[in-house]
């Protein structure tokens, strides 16, 4: 039998929260209850937005927790040469195109259901002729899109059941490089995940969708699919959902107020592993942890750790 490969990726535009350390604090129990590997991976492929510094702070604030890894901490920043060659491989397939859309005639293409942030990608320069996109490179730099299948995709999450979605029609042909040259977020995961054996991916359930997406991915570059689990959203104690943007629920804050055996032990009771939030190291909620505590709805904190 093969062994348990599990991961946490953040990414470093803020300081962990609650719902971040939640997250990883499933992740590694979930394999260490297994005996398996837990990596750790920053996803900072969006340069601009994500400073080293930001990268170093997380790895602090891990091991302040009580988390460990075992192998180096991957950085997403020094791999855009596997990306590179992922992309080149989806373009020999001839599954990649430049779309030169711009922001507005994006937000054109909007979905009411959808927000009014996303939209389903009408395939506007999908069959462009080389001519065509000669001219439109000299106006500006194009993104790349993967076309996508018009089929079913679906997939068993260990904590919603099955998920299915039509990408062409939920979504549309997505990009893998902006126009500035940077890679996007399903390619970069996509490789990263299988070229390090990760066998089990452990995420919150607002990435759920993004999913088959990645299974598409997977597919057109012949890489295994792990198994996949996105967890309830944690909650603040008055229902609001947490975020990076409350900084008094950063690690840094929460560490001056509360040892880490407390802070712990307030999500293991959040989400079910404990009875009621007393201290508790990650090592001993090793033999307490099982999937089947976890339910389906949002978890709320046990109890506030703001002052």
Known sequence: MSTVTGRFAPTPSGRLHLGN???????WLSVRSRGGRF?????????PRCPRPAGEQILRDMEALGFDWDEAPLWQSERSHLYHEAMDSLAAAGLVYPCFCTRAK????AAPNLGDTQYVYDRSCASLTAED?????????????LRVPDEEISFTDRVYGQYTENILRDCGDFVLQRSDGLYGYQLAVVVDDALSGVTEVVRGRDILSATPRQLVLQRDLGYPQPEYAHIPLLLDTDGRRLAKRD?????????????????LG???????????????????LIPLFDWKKLGTSDMTLARSLRP
């Open 21 to 27: 350390i939640l997250c990883a604090m499933i992740a």
């Open 39 to 47: 990596l750790l991976r920053i996803e900072d492929v969006d340069v």
């Open 106 to 109: 994006l937000h054109s293409m």
């Open 133 to 145: 996109i000669a001219v439109l490179r000299q106006q500006r730099s194009p993104s790349l899109r």
């Open 247 to 263: 900084h008094d629920l950063d690690v840094d804050v929460l560490l001056s107020r509360h040892t880490k055996e407390e802070i």
């Open 266 to 284: 307030v999500l293991a009771a959040s989400c079910g592993l404990l009875d009621r939030p007393e201290p508790v190291s990650l090592q001993a």
